[in-house]
């Protein structure tokens, strides 16, 4: 486990993280613009002198005032990713890589030199300077070097911030893949919801300077109480199993512990596990099941909670689907008209699902 209590006063801003999350797969810090997403990470780092309070772990005490430990970032085992690639542009890609490849002793390396080549798909860009590479290309390579330094942590601050969509898909799937075959933990640094819903199993929400909450993604996002729940832009992410393809209607069935929905995606692996996430905004209710509309995704639900939105108009109806919670968004007129409340009996009717990593 990471457990951290810090604090730190900068001029107009003051950052108080307490958090417990696990030294295990990726832990997403997300927040908007100014909640101190960097602060918390430079601070983690040992980059910010000013950070007062404790830091440990896996058991190691990293910074403890009241034991006055600190240890220099050198001496905390990170890999750190920023949000430009910061290349040594007078050296060759291959030679980025060596630097921190050669300062790891060799008995101390967990990351062997084929294996994070392999994972990154960099192997071409070996020989090839960095000013001649592609701004997605550019960020493989950097968080290739990362790597190569078998961290203990590796930190990665908005890495996708300057790389276009297609582009963060691809670096996503070769960050998911490297998490999973190096069982290197990682605290990734974001703003955008997709970028975390494709990647994190644990989620830590920041909002000026405070943690406001912290859990596993599935169950943090489902909370209705959350303002992140009430963007825009807010939902659920759950995984399903590629169950059955429709060949007529280009159909694939995606089975999970609530039923099962049909996205529009034939190229997966039947058997194959995916990220679902599904918006609050594409799900409407209805208390009998209905046959005649162009909604294919109808699954009975009970209410589990009505929480109130910054719009006055909306509410958020938080479902229970055999285990599986989604949020729908609702007027308040139709939560009146439907007489909607704890413990109702419903259909959730998905109109969209995304399939996210």
Same mark, same amino acid.
């Given at each position: 486990?990471?457990?951290?209590?810090?604090?730190?006063?900068?001029?107009?801003?003051?950052?108080?993280?307490?958090?417990?999350?696990?030294?295990?797969?990726?832990?997403?810090?997300?927040?908007?613009?100014?909640?101190?997403?960097?602060?918390?990470?430079?601070?983690?780092?040992?980059?910010?002198?000013?950070?007062?309070?404790?830091? %440990?772990?896996?058991?190691?005490?990293?910074?403890?005032?009241?034991?006055?430990?600190?240890?220099?970032?050198?001496?905390?085992?990170?890999?750190?990713?920023?949000?430009?690639?910061?290349?040594?542009?007078?050296?060759?890609?291959?030679?980025?890589?060596?630097?921190?490849? %050669?300062?790891?002793?060799?008995?101390?390396?967990?990351?062997?030199?084929?294996?994070?080549?392999?994972?990154?798909?960099?192997?071409?860009?070996?020989?090839?300077?960095?000013?001649?590479?592609?701004?997605?290309?550019?960020?493989?390579?950097?968080?290739?070097?990362?790597?190569?330094?078998?961290?203990?942590?590796?930190?990665?601050?908005?890495?996708?911030?300057?790389?276009?969509?297609?582009?963060?898909?691809?670096?996503?799937?070769?960050?998911?893949?490297?998490?999973?075959?190096?069982?290197?933990?990682?605290?990734?640094?974001?703003?955008?919801?997709?970028?975390?819903?494709?990647?994190?199993?644990?989620?830590?929400?920041?909002?000026?300077?405070?943690?406001?909450?912290?859990?596993?993604?599935?169950?943090?996002?489902?909370?209705?109480?959350?303002?992140?729940?009430?963007?825009?832009?807010?939902?659920?992410?759950?995984?399903?199993?590629?169950?059955?393809?429709?060949?007529?209607?280009?159909?694939?069935?995606?089975?999970?512990?609530?039923?099962?929905?049909?996205?529009?995606?034939?190229?997966?692996?039947?058997?194959?596990?995916?990220?679902?996430?599904?918006?609050?905004?594409?799900?409407?209710?209805?208390?009998?099941?209905?046959?005649?509309?162009?909604?294919?995704?109808?699954?009975?639900?009970?209410?589990?909670?009505?929480?109130?939105?910054?719009?006055?108009?909306?509410?958020?109806?938080?479902?229970?689907?055999?285990?599986?919670?989604?949020?729908?968004?609702?007027?308040?007129?139709?939560?009146?008209?439907?007489?909607?409340?704890?413990?109702?009996?419903?259909?959730?009717?998905?109109?969209?699902?995304?399939?996210?990593?």
């Amino acid at each position: 486990m990471i457990h951290a209590n810090l604090r730190l006063d900068v001029p107009g801003f003051c950052l108080r993280a307490a958090l417990a999350i696990p030294a295990s797969g990726v832990t997403a810090i997300f927040g908007p613009s100014g909640a101190g997403k960097t602060l918390l990470l430079r601070a983690i780092a040992g980059l910010e002198p000013g950070a007062r309070g404790r830091l %440990e772990v896996n058991g190691s005490s990293w910074q403890d005032d009241a034991g006055r430990i600190f240890l220099r970032t050198d001496e905390r085992g990170l890999g750190y990713v920023f949000q430009e690639p910061s290349l040594y542009n007078h050296q060759s890609v291959r030679r980025n890589l060596l630097f921190g490849y %050669e300062r790891t002793p060799a008995a101390l390396r967990t990351v062997h030199w084929e294996q994070a080549i392999a994972l990154l798909d960099i192997g071409a860009l070996l020989d090839r300077a960095p000013a001649t590479l592609s701004g997605g290309e550019r960020q493989r390579v950097a968080i290739a070097r990362a790597l190569l330094a078998s961290p203990r942590l590796l930190l990665l601050d908005e890495p996708l911030a300057a790389v276009d969509a297609a582009r963060k898909r691809e670096i996503l799937a070769f960050l998911s893949a490297a998490q999973r075959e190096l069982a290197i933990p990682m605290l990734y640094v974001s703003h955008h919801m997709e970028e975390v819903a494709a990647l994190a199993q644990h989620i830590v929400l920041l909002q000026k300077g405070a943690v406001l909450a912290s859990g596993p993604l599935t169950q943090t996002l489902a909370r209705a109480d959350l303002p992140i729940a009430q963007d825009d832009d807010g939902g659920v992410v759950f995984d399903a199993i590629a169950a059955e393809h429709d060949a007529r209607y280009h159909l694939t069935a995606l089975d999970f512990p609530g039923g099962r929905i049909l996205v529009p995606r034939e190229s997966l692996s039947l058997g194959a596990s995916v990220r679902v996430r599904i918006r609050a905004r594409d799900v409407s209710v209805a208390l009998r099941q209905h046959d005649d509309t162009s909604i294919l995704n109808r699954l009975p639900a009970t209410v589990v909670e009505v929480a109130m939105t910054a719009n006055p108009a909306n509410v958020l109806v938080r479902l229970d689907l055999a285990g599986t919670a989604v949020l729908a968004r609702v007027t308040r007129r139709s939560l009146d008209h439907l007489q909607l409340a704890p413990g109702s009996r419903v259909w959730a009717q998905v109109k969209s699902a995304a399939l996210v990593g």
